[in-house]
């Protein structure tokens, strides 16, 4: 919070005092975000408290395949860690598919429901390797991975804009 | 002549002839030593950043005459490391991924690696091998641009994430604890596209998992520098013809950090570590002149000695030609 506060701070100052000094001159390309109204904010707020397990659970889907390729092989261990995100990502999919949408957000609520709906699909093919051995289902998962986490950054930036910062 | 003076006659033509080897010997390992060409290219860049959230030490306080305290904001180059040695061609850190994110952040100059590397005369396909400094997502991004290229990554970075992910507590679990950002939790900055992309290239068998130290090519040395950034950053060491060169990543994040010990962009960050990763560069390299920053505000300015041969490139981000091989053409227009 500290730092997102001195990041918001820095660029409000940053409005009225013009360049810093080690800047060189440089052309503003980038869109400022839409404000939402407070409807769009719950919906936003709602959202949020999926998403913030959305993220990790993605990520521990790429894990689980990492440590796979990279270990022991070892198809049962890949099930196992993968059983709890294809579980988590169908009863995400269900609680993102029941909140109330403003008609400003349903593309953006659309792009996430499908984001879910693939990360779901992706999780199943990657259980189906671990039962035949196929690897065409580990490539299969990874493309829709991909796909899906492009669509919640889409999301976000409607969403969340300033969700990751400077690292 | 008596057996002493046989002896000394025969000691004496052995040192001359050790001098001798020691000469040209030496002359010839200089001579095969080798060399790299370097180049820096600016991914993106992070406007208006408080001073403060970048180094501590350097906090604006209004009113201050303190060169130290009297800057409010900074902008802040991603940069990515070009190293051809050669049939090599070794990116060090790949930037961010893709526009649509940038808007997000404040960032400005992105361009594609791909685009940006034929500014350079090379083509995305030519990369043989990179190396992340570590794996937060603006310095993991676009990996699957670089069909050909091997990925190295630290055993130690992956394992700290999967620790991260797997800790009961849900702040400490999140990639994003809140809508504001993360702020610095063990899993802040490895977001899902970005380790999707790590995936990739080891569903490929294109990604080597690297374990300490390892040479990646003939004095090419990659080098732990455990929780000087993250759990798992690496520096990487690269012989020019201008003496050694020690890329750093977020480990480096600030050259003024480096030469002024101090502390930056403190993320999942151990400060003793990251200054003995500046020490590290001072030994490998005679200095901190030679250490090659990932956000350092004067890049490409004379302030940054070392990248100062500098041009603009593609939408506004700029590139720096830092050294040559012999024989090997400037690529700076």
């Known amino acids: 919070m500290v730092l997102a506060g001195l990041v918001v701070l820095g660029w409000r100052h940053e409005l009225r005092s013009g360049a810093s000094p080690s800047a060189p001159p440089i052309v503003s390309q980038r869109s400022e975000p839409r404000a939402l109204s407070a409807e769009e904010e719950r919906y936003a707020a709602a959202l949020w408290e999926i998403h913030r397990e959305v993220t990790p659970s993605a990520v521990a889907m790429s894990f689980a395949g990492i440590i796979h390729e990279t270990g022991s092989h070892d198809k049962d261990q890949l099930e196992r860690k993968i059983s709890p995100v294809a579980t988590f990502f169908l009863d995400a999919e269900r609680r993102v598919r029941a909140l109330g949408v403003p008609p400003a957000l349903s593309q953006v ?3 996430y429901v499908e984001a879910m709906v693939l990360y779901r699909e992706a999780s199943n093919d990657m259980l189906a390797y671990a039962k035949d051995g196929e690897r065409q289902h580990l490539i299969d998962a990874h493309d829709m991975s991909i796909t899906a986490s492009q669509a919640i950054l889409r999301a976000g930036e409607v969403l969340w804009p300033g969700q990751y910062k400077p690292h | 002549m008596t057996r002493l003076g046989r002896k000394l006659q025969l000691f004496a033509s052995f040192l001359a002839v050790s001098a001798l080897l020691a000469v040209f010997g030496g002359a010839v390992a200089q001579a095969q030593a080798p060399v790299c060409s370097v180049w820096l290219i600016e991914s993106s860049r992070f406007m208006k950043v408080p001073f403060g959230a970048f180094m501590p030490d350097r906090a604006f306080v209004p009113g201050s005459t303190n060169p130290n305290n009297n800057i409010p904001t900074v902008d802040l180059p991603v940069n990515i490391g070009v190293i051809k040695c050669g049939s ?22 992105w361009a594609p690696i791909g685009e940006q590397l034929k500014v350079l005369g090379f083509n995305a396909a030519d990369v043989t091998k990179v190396v992340i400094g570590h794996a937060h997502w603006d310095h993991a991004g676009q990996l699957s641009d670089l069909p050909n290229a091997v990925l190295y990554v630290q055993k130690q970075e992956l394992a700290a994430i999967e620790w991260a992910l797997n800790y009961p507590e849900k702040h400490i679990r999140a990639i994003n604890s809140d809508p504001g950002g993360c702020n610095r939790t063990p899993a802040c900055g490895y977001m899902p596209l970005t380790m999707e992309e790590v995936y990739g290239k080891v569903l490929k068998g294109k990604a080597v998992v690297v374990d300490g130290e390892l040479q990646i090519a003939p004095g090419v040395v990659i080098h732990p520098a455990y929780r000087a950034h993250t759990a798992g950053s690496q520096l990487l060491e690269v012989p020019t013809s201008i003496g050694k060169l020690v890329f750093g990543s977020d480990a480096f994040s600030s050259y003024e950090a480096i030469r002024d010990w101090m502390v930056a962009n403190v993320q999942q960050t151990d400060s003793v570590q990251q200054f003995l ?8 390299t005679g200095g901190y002149e030679n250490c090659i920053a990932a956000h350092e505000p004067l890049t490409y300015t004379e302030k940054y000695p070392i990248t100062k041969n500098s041009w603009v490139a593609l939408n506004g981000g700029r590139m720096a030609e830092i050294a040559l091989a012999p024989g090997e053409k400037s690529r700076k227009p």
């Open chain 1, 109 to 111: 609520h659309n792009q």
């Open chain 2, 277 to 284: 990763a500046y020490e590290r560069c001072y030994k490998i």
């Open chain 2, 88 to 109: 090599e061609l070794i990116l060090y850190d790949t930037g961010w991924k893709q526009q649509d994110y940038l808007k997000m952040t404040g960032s400005e100059h």
